[in-house]
């Protein structure tokens, strides 16, 4: 075997190995310190190893890897940001007693959300996202309040909906097919002519929809965010919503178009954009507003994966990856930076606020910024109709909540007593507040086909600056209000979700009935089998 088909496979397995010597209680008392390294594999991959695939394991039982150009972007991204939070991690639960056990839903869930990033079968695809959906349950009520069950209750009834819709979908696909366990790209290439192709697509789309918190499938994100501890909430908003994303590029059939499909999956992206920005400024709480901004932005992303499959333009992939990973160093650098300035007093906080502050903004697009080079390499597709005034609109609405996420930590942190954060905590938010600036420069002239001096332009700048102008406009006009802060409670139509609790019990019962399809697909019934002890394994393991 090659050395690049050795450092893929130790994407997924590294960690997992790792959690796997978590039954050592005495492994499991310094599995902290394994956090920052877990995730390093990945970063050689994304850096080193070429576009390709490897096949591992005889059939049926086949573990095919995919790496592609929207894949290792992805991948990047994720891991330098599992490994920085890993890091934050070490340093900020050192003392607390449960952090083994946090510990290892930590691996589970970084196992399946790097795994998927590169997987390229249909059966360890499945696996890996139900992996990761259910082991970030464990980050989610990491704490033990109230608000944590809450969330945590939430969180994983809308993760099995979301399994139940991805299975139907993966069931129907693979129907038929010669191979118990197909390629992705096999199933896919065939979909467009498939009789279920439409029932396919729609389960796809909402399965992977919950898992993006696209409206109104987004309630867990506002509360699962506030509620784990940060770095959880780094990547849970950083890296775990990146699974629908990653899930809707490997199965839309982008080469052969969907007209109908694209403009609905874009229109819901649009009404997600715009209602996260809406619902955020009227949030109290500075990780509530940033949970509404990843909605937002989530949005975004759907726009764009919409056009593309709606002008069957497979670049839409390339891009959307772009801007996935602009946002993954952002909000993560974000999320950690709210536990950096809770820390932080005097002379430091002066210097903090100021690089939050332009951080918070590129998701605006501010000049000079990774926002800025996402919006413009991404301008091309979206550049007809009313879908460009909708998004640079969008975009005005991001610098709104924006403002108001700086206002609230300014207000929060106003009272800190002098002092400076700890080194280990500081150094990892560091590292991921430059990389959202190198990286994606470093990117952007591959992504793109353009060179980064056309950028630099006055024109260009001005098409960046005056949307940012308009959103602190707008947002110190809505100010005069202060009566809509808290207006909307965190979670917003979750009322209407408990209402409907009976409902989703039903649901819940029916999703038993799946299991007569998967005993039509033996390799996925053994694999969720496994997947069950693993999980279970997790529950029992005490600090």
């Given at each position: 075997?090659?050395?690049?088909?050795?450092?893929?496979?130790?994407?997924?397995?590294?960690?997992?190995?790792?959690?796997?010597?978590?039954l050592s209680a005495?492994?499991?008392?310094?599995?902290?310190?394994?956090?920052?390294?877990?995730p390093?594999?990945?970063?050689?991959v994304a850096?080193?190893?070429?576009?390709?695939?490897?096949?591992?394991?005889?059939?049926?039982?086949?573990?095919?890897?995919?790496?592609?150009?929207?894949?290792?972007?992805?991948?990047?991204?994720?891991?330098?940001?599992?490994?920085?939070?890993?890091?934050?991690?070490?340093?900020?639960?050192?003392?607390?007693?449960?952090?083994p056990?946090?510990?290892?839903?930590?691996?589970l869930?970084?196992?399946?959300?790097?795994g998927?990033?590169?997987?390229?079968?249909?059966?360890?695809?499945?696996?890996l996202?139900?992996?990761?959906?259910?082991?970030?349950?464990?980050?989610?009520?990491?704490?033990?309040?109230?608000?944590?069950?809450?969330?945590?209750?939430?969180?994983?009834?809308?993760?099995?909906?979301?399994?139940?819709?991805?299975?139907?979908?993966?069931?129907?696909?693979?129907?038929?097919?010669?191979?118990a366990?197909?390629?992705?790209?096999s199933?896919?290439?065939?979909?467009?002519?498939?009789?279920?192709?439409?029932?396919?697509?729609?389960?796809?789309?909402?399965?992977?929809?919950l898992?993006?918190?696209?409206?109104?499938?987004?309630?867990?994100?506002?509360?699962?965010?506030?509620?784990?501890?940060?770095?959880?909430?780094?990547?849970?908003?950083?890296?775990?919503?990146?699974?629908?994303v990653?899930?809707?590029?490997?199965?839309?059939?982008?080469?052969?178009?969907?007209?109908?499909?694209?403009?609905?999956?874009?229109?819901?992206?649009?009404?997600?954009?715009?209602?996260?920005?809406?619902?955020?400024?009227?949030?109290?709480?500075?990780?509530?507003?940033?949970?509404?901004?990843?909605?937002?932005?989530?949005?975004?992303?759907?726009?764009?994966?919409?056009?593309?499959?709606?002008?069957?333009?497979?670049?839409?992939?390339?891009?959307?990856?772009?801007?996935?990973?602009?946002?993954?160093?952002v909000?993560?650098a974000l999320?950690?930076?709210?536990?950096?300035?809770?820390?932080?007093?005097?002379?430091?906080?002066?210097?903090?606020?100021p690089?939050?502050?332009?951080?918070?903004?590129?998701?605006?697009?501010?000049?000079?910024?990774?926002?800025?080079l996402?919006?413009?390499?991404?301008?091309?597709?979206?550049?007809?109709?009313?879908?460009?005034?909708?998004t640079?609109?969008?975009?005005?609405?991001?610098t709104?909540?924006?403002?108001?996420?700086?206002?609230?930590?300014?207000?929060?942190?106003?009272?800190?007593?002098?002092?400076?954060?700890?080194?280990?905590?500081?150094?990892?938010?560091?590292?991921?507040?430059?990389?959202?600036?190198?990286?994606?420069?470093?990117?952007?002239?591959?992504?793109?086909?353009?060179?980064?001096?056309?950028?630099?332009?006055?024109?260009?700048?001005?098409?960046?600056?005056?949307p940012?102008?308009?959103?602190?406009?707008?947002?110190?006009?809505?100010?005069?209000?202060?009566?809509?802060?808290?207006a909307?409670?965190?979670?917003?139509?979750?009322?209407?979700?408990?209402?409907?609790?009976?409902?989703l019990?039903?649901?819940?019962d029916?999703?038993?009935?799946?299991?007569?399809?998967?005993?039509?697909?033996p390799?996925?019934?053994?694999?969720?089998?496994?997947?069950?002890?693993?999980?279970?394994?997790?529950?029992?393991?005490?600090?």
């Open positions: 075997m090659s050395i690049a088909g050795v450092l893929l496979a130790a994407v997924p397995l590294f960690p997992f190995f790792l959690a796997a010597c978590c005495r492994f499991r008392a310094r599995a902290l310190a394994f956090l920052v390294i877990a390093l594999p990945a970063v050689a850096a080193f190893v070429p576009e390709g695939r490897f096949a591992f394991f005889p059939a049926p039982f086949r573990l095919m890897l995919v790496l592609d150009q929207p894949g290792a972007i992805l991948l990047g991204g994720a891991a330098l940001l599992w490994s920085a939070a890993g890091a934050y991690a070490a340093s900020s639960m050192a003392r607390d007693p449960a952090a056990r946090f510990a290892v839903w930590w691996l869930t970084l196992t399946g959300s790097l998927l990033f590169i997987v390229g079968d249909v059966v360890n695809f499945y696996l996202f139900t992996l990761a959906s259910l082991a970030a349950y464990g980050l989610i009520i990491h704490e033990q309040t109230t608000p944590a069950h809450r969330a945590g209750v939430v969180y994983v009834v809308l993760a099995l909906l979301a399994e139940a819709f991805l299975l139907i979908a993966l069931v129907m696909l693979a129907a038929g097919h010669p191979d366990n197909p390629q992705i790209g199933v896919v290439s065939q979909l467009a002519a498939s009789p279920m192709r439409d029932g396919v697509l729609i389960f796809f789309i909402l399965g992977f929809a898992k993006m918190g696209l409206v109104p499938l987004h309630i867990w994100l506002p509360l699962a965010h506030p509620a784990a501890p940060t770095p959880a909430s780094a990547v849970l908003s950083g890296v775990l919503v990146k699974a629908g990653i899930g809707l590029i490997r199965f839309l059939p982008f080469e052969a178009g969907m007209p109908f499909f694209g403009p609905v999956l874009a229109g819901g992206g649009i009404v997600t954009a715009y209602y996260g920005v809406l619902v955020g400024i009227t949030q109290r709480r500075a990780k509530t507003i940033l949970a509404y901004s990843t909605v937002s932005q989530m949005g975004l992303l759907a726009v764009l994966l919409g056009v593309g499959l709606d002008t069957a333009d497979p670049a839409a992939t390339h891009l959307t990856a772009y801007y996935a990973v602009h946002h993954s160093f909000k993560g999320f950690l930076g709210v536990g950096i300035l809770a820390a932080t007093g005097g002379r430091r906080l002066s210097l903090v606020l690089l939050m502050a332009v951080l918070a903004l590129s998701l605006g697009g501010m000049p000079l910024t990774s926002g800025m996402a919006k413009f390499a991404t301008k091309p597709m979206l550049d007809y109709s009313w879908l460009a005034t909708a640079t609109l969008a975009g005005a609405g991001s709104m909540l924006m403002v108001h996420f700086l206002l609230t930590i300014r207000r929060d942190s106003a009272g800190n007593p002098i002092q400076s954060p700890p080194l280990g905590q500081f150094v990892p938010w560091l590292i991921v507040a430059v990389a959202s600036f190198i990286i994606p420069w470093s990117l952007y002239p591959a992504v793109s086909g353009e060179a980064v001096s056309s950028l630099l332009q006055p024109e260009a700048l001005w098409k960046v600056t005056w940012l102008l308009l959103g602190v406009l707008a947002m110190l006009l809505v100010q005069r209000w202060p009566g809509r802060i808290g909307i409670p965190e979670g917003d139509i979750i009322v209407l979700a408990q209402v409907g609790g009976p409902l019990r039903k649901v819940s029916r999703i038993g009935e799946i299991d007569t399809n998967l005993r039509r697909w390799v996925a019934g053994l694999g969720l089998t496994a997947l069950a002890v693993l999980l279970g394994g997790a529950l029992m393991l005490r600090s």
